[in-house]
Nanobody, 122 residues
Framework: QVQLVESGGGLVQAGGSLRLSCAAS????????MGWFRQAPGKEREFVAA????????YYTDSVKGRFTISRDNAKNTVYLQMNSLKPEDTAVYYC???????????????WGQGTQVTVSS
């Protein structure tokens, strides 16, 4: 069992930056693929970014490439999502997820956080 708690969401202006954190407890995440997903009202949950258990490989959806950076600190059992050059279309609830296996862009992860709201104003 892994519990995930996101933090760092909030209201920012377009072009601004925000860093999300995902703190895990219950079990080390060192051998889990970690991912970030987001869901806007009326939309399906969509993949944002993922990082391998080693942190050596990262994956991003096209719309955030060059703007978002996923990282992890296994010693702290924490995953981060640095979001720069934010756009109004980035507005969504952002979810942290953990998966025992290979990374996936589908929401087929084993554990999920409660989500944190990110709102980008124009």
């Amino acid at each position: 069992q892994v519990q995930l708690v996101e933090s760092g969401g909030g209201l920012v202006q377009a072009g601004g930056s925000l860093r999300l954190s995902c703190a895990a407890s219950g079990r080390t995440i060192s051998r889990f693929v970690m991912g970030w997903f987001r869901q806007a009202p009326g939309k399906e949950r969509e993949f944002v970014a993922a990082i391998s258990w080693s942190g050596l490989a990262t994956y991003y959806t096209d719309s955030v490439k060059g703007r978002f950076t996923i990282s992890r600190d296994n010693a702290k059992n924490t995953v981060y999502l640095q979001m720069n050059s934010l756009k109004p279309e980035d507005t969504a609830v952002y979810y942290c997820a953990a998966r025992a296996g290979i990374w996936s862009t589908e929401p087929l992860y084993d554990f999920w956080g409660q989500g944190t709201q990110v709102t980008v104003s124009s």
